[in-house]
């Protein structure tokens, strides 16, 4: 299945265009029953989903694994860190439309070098060029953390276009630089489908998320009903995310 019908089908599956697409349905059907439902469910589900209470629900599931704390840091066996690809943005007019990585990324990146220079380990980016004809996230990644953050990058990984492609390739690029175990860097909702394919490819893990979206300590009120276009996206984040990990169990 291609880069591209993989994308599309997404777009329509999670919100929120499968919710647009139902209230189309109920448009049509609007003088039956059924497209009365339709319209209440889609216009419901849009408005909860863009609630900050359901979407902290949703990433309360998947931001399950704690960050590092300083004694883990310093007594890690890791010999490497690995900072996966979250995107670029394409033709950025700032730095003479040229391709560069996009926010999920950079915080991944600055996460990552941080980590690097309290671990003294070296670092390894990820990521191939997926829809795009410019340089690959790895070597984006690559150069911001060397000129801008003044890390040590051992390798970069430009071939894979999925987190299980990176498990997937990685495992061999390791294995020949005799790296037996890594410090993993990604989003605190990523890290569980991260976990599930490099577990799964063989790799010796040790998780470093970052980036979490919800706070068990936090306490509810009114603003949590109140609907928002980051409460959205982070609902997207994690409904992305069980589908992802669903779909590569069907993978095998």
Not at 21 to 26: A, D, I, Q, S
């Amino acid at each position: 299945m291609s880069q591209e019908i993989v994308w599309t089908l997404k777009t329509l599956v999670l919100p929120p265009g499968v919710l647009i697409l139902l209230m189309l349905v109920g448009l049509i059907m609007v003088r039956r029953l059924a497209g009365k439902f339709l319209l209440l469910i889609s216009l419901a589900s849009l408005y909860l989903l863009s609630t900050a209470f359901l979407s902290k629900q949703l990433m309360g599931t998947l931001e399950i694994v704690p960050a590092l704390t300083d004694a883990q840091i310093s007594s890690t066996d890791a010999q490497a860190i690995v900072v996966l690809g979250a995107g670029r943005r394409e033709a950025a007019p700032e730095y003479g439309l040229q391709d560069t990585v996009n926010a999920l990324h950079l915080e991944r990146l600055r996460y990552a070098a941080w980590l690097s220079k309290k671990s003294r380990l070296p670092l390894i980016t990820s990521g191939g060029t997926p829809r795009s004809n410019g340089p690959s996230e790895a070597i984006m990644a690559r150069e911001i953390l060397e000129k801008e953050f003044g890390s040590t990058v051992l390798f970069a990984e430009e071939q894979s276009r999925t987190t299980r492609d990176e498990a997937l390739i990685l495992k061999g690029m390791l294995e020949k630089r005799g790296i037996r175990k890594i410090l993993l860097v990604t989003h605190a909702w990523h890290m569980l489908r991260s976990l599930d394919v490099f577990e799964a490819a063989g790799i010796s893990v040790t998780p470093a998320p970052m980036g979490f979206a919800h706070k068990r300590s936090s306490s509810s009120s009114y603003f949590d009903w109140l609907p928002s276009a980051h409460s959205l996206q982070n609902s997207y984040y994690a409904l992305h995310e069980q589908l992802g990990r669903i779909w590569y169990r069907l993978l095998g």
